[in-house]
């Protein structure tokens, strides 16, 4: 089993739309979590930090799930500059310098 | 943007021949990483480093090896290339002092083994 898995998609939306996606995660021991967005042929960058009790970021809320080891990644009216693949990222159990990366959701927003 | 630069940037190299990909950053952190990116794998960690000299495995480090003999400078080296190792090389970086989360990527290598 993979640590870090991820629905691939792609989820195509209309610019407004809201879409949302999970990511689950296999190491219970996992304490930090993280959503990169990677566009296409560029290296990956922090979209933002997951917190327990969940936080937003203008458009994009994070959400955490412990008990069911999942984490969620919603963004609220779509823009076209939000078209990227997202990462779910987890931290390697115990050792926090250490990353686990998920495939990534790829998100395609339409005029 | 973080000061990071990788090299060479696109690399088309034969099987059995050696390859070393550089990361070289301005930025002092004391972590550095080395990735690659396959479809439907995401990043897979190879090797990373804890400061000079100091490098572990990660968890594709088969085939490959690296070196950190300065804190702006982590080597990774393909003693013999096969196929199975074309793919898109990061490297990253993170700070020194407690950890965010925050990676600091290059912008890739592309290598392509024949």
């Known amino acids: 089993r993979k640590e870090v898995e991820q629905d691939p998609g792609p989820f195509n939306v209309p610019e407004g739309a809201t879409v949302a996606f999970n990511c689950t995660y296999s190491?219970?021991?996992?304490?930090?979590f993280f959503w990169y967005r990677q566009d296409c042929r560029k290296e990956p960058k922090l979209l933002m930090s997951v917190y327990s009790s969940g936080n937003e970021d203008g458009r994009f809320t994070a959400q955490l799930n412990r008990a069911s080891q999942y984490i969620s990644l919603l963004i609220r009216d779509s823009k076209l500059s939000d078209s990227a693949t997202y990462l779910c990222?987890?931290?390697?159990?115990?050792?926090?310098?250490?990353?686990?990366f998920g495939a990534g959701t790829t998100v395609t927003v339409r005029a | 943007d973080a000061g990071i630069t990788q090299s060479p940037r696109h690399k088309v190299t034969e099987t059995g021949t050696p390859v070393t990909l550089r990361c070289h950053q301005t930025?002092?952190?004391?972590?550095m990483y080395w990735y690659r990116q396959d479809p439907g794998h995401g990043l897979r960690l190879i090797h990373y480093s804890y400061g000079v000299k100091d490098t572990d495995k990660g968890e594709v480090s088969d085939g490959y090896s690296v070196s950190r003999s300065k804190t702006e400078d982590f080597l990774l080296t393909l003693e013999s290339a096969t196929s199975s190792q074309t793919s898109v090389y990061f490297c990253?970086?993170?700070?020194?002092?407690?950890?965010?989360?925050?990676?600091?990527f290059g912008e890739g290598s592309r290598l392509t083994v024949l």
């Open positions: 930025e002092n952190h004391r972590y």
């Open positions: 990222v987890v931290n390697i159990g115990s050792n926090d310098y250490k990353l686990s």
């Open positions: 190491n219970s021991a996992s304490q930090s």
């Open positions: 990253a970086i993170s700070e020194s002092t407690g950890f965010t989360g925050e990676l600091f």
